[in-house]
């Protein structure tokens, strides 16, 4: 899969990708992509432009402290010449800083480097034909410093050498005729020049040409895996949303399951205090009503007090049974008055210490019955231990911890098991947790918290809670 940038870099330049794919006889893209490349060839070579500059103004400078021990005669001249390509050198150093010059900046930089030679050949032309061969290397430098100093591409840096060599062609054939051993020296050594300067100008467009194309494509697939990682991040986000939702969802059915079951425990309890106990206290009234017309009654009588004993027995196992399954007292005054009641019941001695007023509902009933398992797991591993139970809000929590003195536990025990899960399970509905710590010979700690901040859990509830009689 392409981005549209590399569709676009495959329509233009087909097969030459690859750096090892460029065309060898043509060094040129596809018009846009051709664009492209000069904005990058200008931003990358505008510095080495000027310094390339400031090098030939200053070389043309300081060989003239040379023309006084060479051609002493011919020097003022030869010093006007160098003046004007200083002065010329100076005035185009300027005009790189010009908005215009990004538009013709490889053809003028070809005119400055066909007038840099031009200049050596006005010299040569100036000069003794013996003394020309002083300054004749100058246009093998000027030639040099066109393909691989000032930045000319290939077929503009070409251009100029050819128009330098014909320079001096016509300086060598017609102004100042050289010797023939000496023009044929010299244009061997021009030629030779002329190809080095090919070669290395083709072979530094080429490296620029290949690096334009390996630094377009990796901005492609950078670009391309900065929209893969914005897609990712919005699936990411995506689907952690919908696990937050699921998760809320649970916790809201957890609490709903919770909750219908404490609706549940308070309607059993509703129907035992209104029902079975309330026919038991009649049963009761009238076992006395009966004992009271048979007092005399010497066989009878024993059987009625028998009756009205069991009877009795009876409806007290029933009102513990009704309180065990959701205590009226929690409902009608609070945590702190329920584990009271709890505490006293308890087989081992319990001290009990709130701070705490009324809460939801939900919430009141999740720590009581989770402090009541916590009671009963001591009551069950540690007899003959005592037990402090204590609740405090802190930080918008509601806390307890159930603490016994008892022999503990080694960590990672599963003795507290289907008791610990109920209490995880309870708290956990309502955003709540607990843990329990213990070592042995120091006793067991369940501590637990609730977040008092949460919105409750709606459930619609029917139901009056009535004082067991």
């Not at 020097?75 to 010329?88: M, N």
């Not at 002329?194 to 040409?209: C, D, H, K, P, S």
Request: proline share 4%.
């Amino acid at each position: 899969m392409f981005t549209a940038d590399e569709e676009r870099v495959e329509q233009n330049i087909g097969d030459q990708q690859s750096p090892s794919r460029l065309g060898f006889a043509r060094l040129r893209f596809g018009a846009d992509l051709e664009r492209e490349f000069a904005a990058y060839w200008f931003e990358h070579s505008l510095l080495f432009t000027r310094l390339a500059i400031v090098l030939a103004a200053t070389l043309y400078a300081i060989f003239g402290v040379l023309d006084v021990a060479v051609v002493r005669d011919e020097a003022p001249t030869i010093w006007l010449i160098r003046l004007i390509y200083c002065a010329v050198a100076a005035g185009f150093f300027l005009f790189t800083f010009t908005g215009a010059y990004r538009r013709v900046m490889q053809p003028a930089l070809c005119v400055l480097s066909v007038i840099t030679g031009v200049g050596i050949v006005a010299m040569v032309a100036v000069v003794p034909p013996e003394k020309g061969a002083l300054y004749y290397v100058g246009i093998l430098l000027a030639i040099q410093w066109s393909y691989a100093v000032v930045q000319l591409r290939f077929g503009w840096a070409t251009a100029a050498a050819v128009a330098v060599v014909a320079a001096y062609e016509l300086t060598a054939v017609w102004h100042r005729p050289a010797s023939v051993e000496v023009f044929i020296n010299n244009n061997f050594f021009l030629l030779s020049t002329v190809i080095i300067g090919m070669l290395a100008g083709y072979t530094i467009e080429r490296g620029v040409r290949s690096d334009f194309i390996q630094r377009r494509l990796i901005d492609d697939q950078r670009a391309q895996l900065a929209v893969q990682n914005r897609d990712l991040d919005s699936a990411l986000q995506a689907t952690l949303e919908e696990v937050k939702a699921k998760a809320r969802e649970l916790q809201l059915s957890r609490a709903r399951i919770v909750a219908t079951a404490d609706h549940e425990r308070r309607k059993i309890e509703r129907n035992l205090h209104d029902g079975a106990q309330q026919h038991l206290v009649s049963l009761a009234v009238q076992l006395n009503l009966a004992r009271a017309l048979v007092d005399d009654d010497a066989e009878v009588a024993p059987l009625l007090d028998g009756l009205s004993a069991g009877v009795k027995e009876t409806l007290g196992e029933l009102r513990a049974l009704a309180h065990g399954i959701y205590p009226p007292l929690l409902m009608e005054s609070g945590l702190a008055v329920a584990l009271g009641a709890a505490a006293g019941r308890c087989p081992l001695p319990t001290a009990v210490h709130a701070e705490v007023g009324r809460y939801r509902g939900e919430i009141e009933a999740s720590v009581y019955f989770c402090v009541l398992e916590a009671l009963q797991n001591a009551a069950k591993h540690a007899p003959g231990a005592s037990v402090a139970i204590r609740l405090w809000e802190e930080r918008g929590s509601l806390r307890f911890d159930v603490t016994d003195d008892g022999p503990g536990m080694a960590a990672g025990s599963k003795d507290l098991g289907h008791g610990f899960v109920n209490m995880s399970d309870r708290l956990g509905a309502i955003g709540g947790d607990v843990a329990w710590e213990s070592k042995p010979g120091e006793g067991v700690r369940v501590c637990g918290s609730v977040p008092l901040d949460p919105a409750p859990v709606t459930l619609a509830i029917d139901f009056t809670p009535r004082v067991p009689a």
